[in-house]
């Protein structure tokens, strides 16, 4: 079946560092796979997409690269902002099935 | 906004009340979903309708009642609910292929008490 790991939380870094949250997941067949942002209070938004290997998914400044040979889609952003504190959340989705698969979040606290 | 519109966005209510919540989506999307998300545990995907026909119903008690009368509304009908069903209920919208993700509602923070 399909799964997906994410780096356990919290993660707490001052305004203007780099960001690295890391992703693994197994799957059946070749995946999609996704980044999804949840600010506090509010639902799920898209943030990035990959949907095939070596792809590069960008949005607001995060990138995250599809490595079909590590099986990761790690999220990273060279410099973060307060205002991107947030719960994130790995996801894959594989072949005609329309159902997500997501990892356990990781929230980011981001400090001044 | 999204493109999915969860009213209320904030409900209390008894145990011995019924209630429901509301999702709304002109995307054009041939799958929605209903999704629960606790304190500190991870999604957990109740319901999943595709062209209005539930496919899948991850083991939910009885009380969380769904219902998709068309293609762009879905319901989630409660009643003599429990304490720990407080949560936020998060609806989700698809198109049939699923490289295209989800679009999620703002959710339904619900307070059972």
């Known amino acids: 079946g399909n799964s997906v790991t994410q780096m356990e939380g919290p993660v707490t870094l001052s305004e203007e560092a780099f960001l690295t949250i890391n992703c693994t997941y197994t799957a059946t067949g070749y995946p999609s796979l996704f980044w999804y942002v949840q600010y506090p209070g509010e639902g799920l938004q898209l943030l990035l997409k990959a949907t095939k290997a070596d792809d590069k998914g960008s949005n607001k400044g995060f990138e995250a690269t599809y490595r079909k040979e590590t099986t990761s889609f790690h999220l990273e952003k060279g410099s973060v902002q307060v205002s991107d504190s947030a719960v994130y959340f790995c996801?894959?989705?594989?072949?005609?099935?329309?159902?997500?698969?997501f990892g356990t979040g990781t929230r980011l606290q981001v400090m001044l | 906004e999204t493109g999915v519109t969860q009213t209320p966005r904030h409900l209390v209510m008894g145990m011995t009340n019924k209630k429901s919540l509301k999702c709304e989506q002109h995307l054009g999307h041939n799958a929605m979903y209903w999704y629960k998300q606790s304190a500190k545990k991870p999604l957990e995907l109740m319901f999943v309708?595709?062209?209005?026909?539930?496919?899948e119903n991850n083991s939910v008690p009885s009380r969380f009642s769904p219902e998709c009368p068309n293609s762009s509304h879905l319901f989630l009908h409660l009643h003599t609910l429990q304490p720990e069903d407080s949560a936020l209920y998060l609806c989700?919208?698809?198109?049939?292929?699923?490289?295209?993700?989800?679009?999620f509602g703002s959710g339904t923070r619900l307070t059972v008490v």
């Open positions: 989700a919208s698809s198109q049939e292929e699923g490289s295209y993700g989800y679009t």
């Open positions: 996801a894959l989705v594989t072949g005609t099935a329309s159902k997500l698969t």
């Open positions: 309708y595709s062209l209005e026909e539930r496919v």
